[in-house]
Structure formats: structure tokens, C-alpha cells
């Protein structure tokens, strides 16, 4: 005969034991599922969800039809918000050469995001640090330059002080932007690491940074084909669904940017995996998480558009809201979730200290991350004006593991998603108490 007690225990085994697999089952789904997620939306396909081949369209609809499959309600007949921005891209040739070698786009080289295209042979002028501190000494070089390329070669930033560092980025810049520049064109050498972004603005002269490793001899000439298409009215769309709580006044909203630099000319592409088709999985990941229940407050789902080129998609919803911005409880925006071997941080955690003791509780109660990271303002993601307006919101992002951002190796195969899941089940403990 088996013991009560035993057969008890053996009973409060199983469940644990159940509970323990079911967690972990659910968990490993989690995971499966964002790895797929981000698979799709770095997808040659999606031509790196920018403005090449109507990349953010495929990436906006894969996000609705997995809105769709979630049963998420939607606001109008669509999940689209649409709305049109000016922006410029790079569909065609992107090739430069210099002194006859050819670099590697992407690599060995970035062209500014507002450029025009260009196409040519052009001899150079090259201007040093020390010649750009000295204004008639660069403003007459500068006006020799009229049918070349000016070259501003590296410099060390150790070397100047801070007041000189400033002046000489704002020289920098103004050789890359100004009309009253002459030049073909500008090339900036650099040592620092190649950081891409995009524009919604097209400058009159194209500008280029490059590599110091990619071309350490004296420059002599440069050969280059760059194809632009500044696009005045590209419409583009925010993707919108929610799922109905009981009480319906008040909304716990979650947001994540879907777009990311596209493409610079046709063969490179900046897939964006951890910015920010890693934030959309985890966005995609509570929506699978909550579409199964009836939540306590309604809960709204926004994949925004345009957030790379300056925050235009939830500048363009926070001005044209579906639903009184008044009625948010809370936002919680996702940017950047692929990594977390440092943990998380919280901007605006300073603001809304008491909801930021509670995240960094629930951590230390799970023993989740290595650490919750406290920031204050920061009006770096799509956060920012929720935040302008009034909306209690924290926008969050992973700490450490790979260091790719903005250039393309921020790629799915390489993104470790490292805390993935305690990250997923503390957002959802976090969420329990808002
Ligand atoms: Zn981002």
C-alpha cells in the first residue's frame, strides 16, 4: 500500500514537474518563434525593411498577417496607418574605387544617407586636421576643388582638444553639406567604426566615409558610380492591432520600430536584426502570449514605420492617434532585444521610479538578468513622443553580447539572443503588475 503522504508528494512532484516542462516548453517556443520571426524580416526578401523594392511594405505585411493569425482586432479595415515621407535610397550601382582599387560597400565604405548619386574619374584635393583648424587655409583649398573630390584624411581625435575636435566636425560637416563646397564630392577618412543611418533630407554633393585600413596610401584619384532615388512621397505604413480587455478605458500599449536602413545600392543590405526585428519578435511574442487570454486592460500592439529616418512613424501616430493618447496606462516601447549578457536597460527609469523598482524586484525575485539598468530621459526610439506628450512609458533594451549596430553585420546567424527568455518572462511578470 502506497502512503497518502507519499502519493501526495508524488502527486506535488508532478505538477511542479509538469509545470516545470510546460514553462519550459513555452519558453522554448518563445525562443523558436523569434528566431523565426527575425529569419523573415532579415530576409533577403525584405531588402533590409528600408526604401529599396518596397522592402517596409513586405516587412509591414508580414507583421499584419501575423497580427491576423494572433486574431488581433484592428482599429480601421486595415492593421496599416499610413502616412508618406520624404526619404532617399539606393537601389542601383554602388561602386568606388580608389586609387584602383575597388572597396567593398558596406565594409570598406558608407555614403552619407542624404547623398545625390554621382558617377565619374576625379582627381583629389586632400585636407589634413591642421588645415581644416586654419579657415583661409581650407576655405582656398576648398575653392581649388571645383571639379575634384576633396579627401579629409584621419585623424587622431587624441591629439586636439575637445574645442578642436568640435571645430573640426563642424567643418567636416559643413564640407559634406554645404552648396557653397565646390567639390565633386567629399571623402572622410576614419578610424572609427562605420555606422550607417538614413535621411530624409538630399544634399546637394555626395559625401563618403571610408576606412583607413581600406586605403592607406596617398590618395591620387578616385572612380566612383553611385545611384540614388530620392523618393518625395514615399507612403509607408505604421501596423496597428490590439486585443480587447475587460476593463477598455484603459490601454497598456507596446511598440516596436519594424524598419531598418534598407539597402545601399543593390547587393548590400543592412538586414537590422537586433535593430529591430529582434524588438518586433518580442512584440510579436506577447501578442501570441496574450491573444490566448482576455487580458485586464486592453492591450495595443504598433509596429511603427520610419523610425531609422527620425522617429517619423510615431511622430505621424502620436499626431494622428487611433485612440485617445490620454487612456495609455503604460507604454513599453522594444528596441534593440537580441542580446541581454548585461542586462537590460530602462530609459525613463528615473522617471517612473516606482515602476522601475518594480521590474528590477521582479528580476532580483526570479534571479532573471544579470542586471536592470536605470536611465533617465533619453529620446533615442519611438518612445520619445509618447514621453513628449505625457504618456507614462519606458523604452528598453538589451546590454552586451555583440557590439554590430547600424552596419551589416547585424545579422540573424550572429545575433546570440542570449536572454531572450528571462527576458520574455519578466517583461510578462512586469506586465502583471502595471
Ligand atoms: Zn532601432
Not at 170 to 194: C, H, R, V
Request: net charge neutral.
Amino acid at each position: 500500500m502506497i502512503s497518502t503522504s507519499f502519493l501526495l508528494k508524488t502527486f506535488v512532484f508532478l505538477l511542479l514537474w509538469t509545470n516545470f516542462l510546460f514553462s519550459t516548453v513555452c519558453l522554448a517556443q518563445d525562443l523558436t518563434y523569434a528566431k523565426e520571426v527575425i529569419r523573415n524580416l532579415c530576409d533577403e526578401s525584405m531588402k533590409g525593411r528600408g526604401y529599396v523594392e518596397n522592402g517596409d511594405k513586405s516587412a509591414a505585411a508580414y507583421i499584419a498577417t501575423e497580427f491576423e493569425k494572433a486574431g488581433l482586432k484592428k482599429y480601421s479595415k486595415t492593421y496599416f496607418q499610413h502616412f508618406t515621407t520624404p526619404v532617399n535610397s539606393f537601389p542601383g550601382e554602388m561602386t568606388l574605387f580608389i586609387n584602383g582599387k575597388k572597396l567593398k560597400p558596406g565594409e570598406d565604405f558608407l555614403i552619407d544617407p542624404g547623398s545625390p548619386g554621382i558617377s565619374g574619374k576625379f582627381s583629389v584635393v586632400s585636407f589634413n586636421a591642421d588645415d581644416l583648424l586654419k579657415n583661409e587655409v581650407w576655405i582656398s583649398k576648398m575653392k581649388s576643388a571645383a571639379s575634384k573630390f576633396i579627401i579629409v584624411e584621419a585623424f587622431d581625435k587624441t591629439k586636439y582638444n575637445s574645442e578642436q575636435v568640435k571645430q573640426l566636425n563642424e567643418i567636416i560637416s559643413f564640407l559634406k553639406y554645404s552648396k557653397e563646397n565646390p567639390a565633386q564630392g567629399t571623402i572622410i577618412m576614419t578610424t572609427d567604426k562605420l555606422t550607417w543611418s538614413g535621411s530624409t533630407e538630399l544634399y546637394s554633393t555626395p559625401s563618403f566615409m571610408v576606412k583607413l585600413e581600406s586605403a592607406t596610401e596617398e590618395i591620387k584619384s578616385i572612380e566612383v558610380s553611385a545611384e540614388n532615388k530620392f523618393l518625395k512621397n514615399h507612403q509607408t505604413q505604421n501596423v496597428i492591432g490590439y486585443i480587447e480587455g475587460t476593463n477598455k478605458d484603459s490601454l497598456l500599449v507596446f511598440t516596436a520600430h519594424y524598419d531598418h536602413l534598407g539597402m545601399m545600392g543593390k547587393e548590400t543590405m543592412f538586414p537590422g536584426a537586433n535593430d529591430n526585428a529582434s524588438g518586433v519578435s518580442m512584440l510579436l511574442n506577447l501578442v501570441k502570449h496574450y491573444a490566448a487570454q482576455k487580458p485586464k486592460y486592453t492591450m495595443v500592439f504598433i509596429a511603427f514605420a520610419a523610425e531609422e529616418i527620425g522617429l517619423v512613424g510615431s511622430t505621424y501616430f502620436t499626431e494622428h492617434p487611433v485612440f485617445p493618447l490620454k487612456k495609455i496606462k503604460f507604454l513599453i516601447n522594444f528596441d534593440l532585444a537580441g542580446t541581454g549578457d548585461d542586462g537590460i536597460q530602462v530609459v525613463n527609469g528615473k522617471v517612473y521610479q516606482q515602476k522601475f523598482d518594480q521590474i528590477s524586484k521582479l528580476n532580483e525575485e526570479g534571479m532573471l538578468l544579470k542586471q536592470v539598468k536605470i536611465r533617465g530621459e533619453a529620446c533615442n526610439s519611438d518612445h520619445c513622443m509618447f514621453h513628449s506628450k505625457g504618456v507614462p512609458c519606458f523604452f528598453i533594451y538589451t546590454l552586451g553580447g555583440i557590439q554590430a549596430y547600424h552596419d551589416i553585420y547585424d545579422r540573424p546567424e550572429t545575433l546570440p539572443l542570449t536572454e531572450y527568455e528571462d527576458y520574455f518572462t519578466l517583461l510578462v511578470k512586469f506586465i502583471q503588475t502595471l
